[in-house]
């Protein structure tokens, strides 16, 4: 049963975003509680969670669809589900479980870790917040690829079509831990959005599904996960000074306080192309946790942040040498701080990873 908490919460935000034109508000109403039900034929009926379970390559059972629980004898579903889930499983052992230690042992001590956390320059990448702060209820992620629609069952019944796409937006993922944003918009233009990879991540995360609202631009998907209710806004915007939406800034002010987490972001916060966007995390946020892709060391201490680093300063890859941080790489040098144990951003070894942890300085 949802909390009043939850309950309240949902409500004053649901309602904002409709008041900012974000989402229609048919879309926060009625029948909040159930999953959302999608139409497969005159006599049968089908959730979302089931759907995503499906391109989740997890099992169906029967009586939640006789379609798919057939579809799944099929020798091309269960190519797809024996490759994902290998790479799901190296994946998790190398970052996601590690992560998950991490931020019970150490990073819940220096933070709250049950406060809505913000994910610019996202992409599809839900795991990584998921596994940083498994507390929270309310995830906002945001970046310029398109959300798409919720999966449908008549879209599922193209699965043969769909299932390489799945693996091809993931590749890299698997791979390396982040998305390369070339690849990914490629595959993402076939593939029809972020939502699947949102609702793979999620149900194979252990969680169910509720339902799943799209807009244009906007994605709403709620889910239960260790008995709680949680929610995934994803918002597609440009967050250059230039293109960033007051209704995204102050969706996320509503929030109150609110952490952060940074990582792979192409260093985009060192120019001052996105200053609006740098300036308001450190002005709002209560913790920055990021790479060194992040907010600019020098920009953390002189907003009064306090800092702690876990692991190591690597220099940036050659393609973006000239964000090399002489004071960052000093601050490692001469503090003493635990080791990572997993790689992180764009360094997946975690010999070569470092963390950044900034502090809203009190009052």
Not at 2 to 21: A, D, H, I, P, Y
Not at 246 to 253: E, G, K, P
Request: contains cysteine; neutral net charge; aromatic residues 14%.
């Amino acid at each position: 049963m949802m909390s009043l908490r939850n309950k309240s919460f949902l409500v004053k935000s649901g309602l904002l975003l409709f008041l900012l034109g974000c989402i229609p508000l048919w879309s926060l109403f009625g029948q909040n509680e159930q999953e959302e039900v999608l139409p497969s034929g005159p006599s049968n009926k089908i959730s979302i969670d089931t759907i995503s379970l499906f391109l989740g390559g997890l099992p169906v059972e029967k009586k939640q669809s006789e379609l798919l629980f057939d579809y799944e004898k099929t020798q091309s579903w269960q190519l797809y589900a024996a490759s994902l889930e290998k790479q799901w499983q190296k994946r998790d052992l190398w970052s996601w479980k590690p992560i998950r230690d991490f931020s019970k042992e150490k990073l819940s001590r220096l933070i709250d870790p049950a406060l809505p956390v913000f994910y610019p320059f996202s992409g599809p990448d839900l795991m990584f917040p998921l596994s940083l702060f498994p507390l929270a209820t309310v995830y906002v992620l945001a970046s310029r690829e398109m959300p798409g629609r919720c999966p449908s069952l008549e879209s599922v019944k193209t699965f043969e079509k769909t299932f390489p796409l799945i693996l091809s937006s993931l590749h890299s993922y698997f791979k390396a831990g982040y998305f390369v944003t070339k690849e990914l918009r490629q595959d993402l233009s076939l593939l029809g959005g972020n939502v699947p990879l949102f609702l793979i991540m999620i149900v194979r995360s252990g969680a169910k599904i509720v339902d799943c609202r799209t807009t244009a631009s906007t994605t709403i998907i709620r889910f239960y996960s260790h008995g709680e209710l949680k929610t995934l806004y994803y918002f597609q915007s440009d967050l250059s000074n230039g293109g960033i939406e007051d209704s995204l800034m102050r969706f996320l002010s509503s929030l109150g306080s609110f952490n952060t987490v940074i990582k792979s972001a192409s260093y985009l916060l060192h120019g001052e192309g996105f200053s609006s966007l740098r300036g308001f995390l450190l002005s709002h946020s209560q913790a920055i946790v990021q790479d060194d892709s992040g907010v600019p060391y020098r920009y953390l201490v002189g907003a009064g942040r306090k800092v702690f680093l876990f692991g190591v300063y690597t220099p940036p890859l050659n393609i973006f040498r000239e964000f090399y941080q002489k004071d960052l790489e000093e601050a490692f040098a001469s503090q003493d701080h635990e080791p990572l144990p997993f790689g992180f951003g764009y360094k997946w070894n975690p010999k070569e990873a470092g963390l950044i942890v900034a502090f809203k300085p009190e009052g």
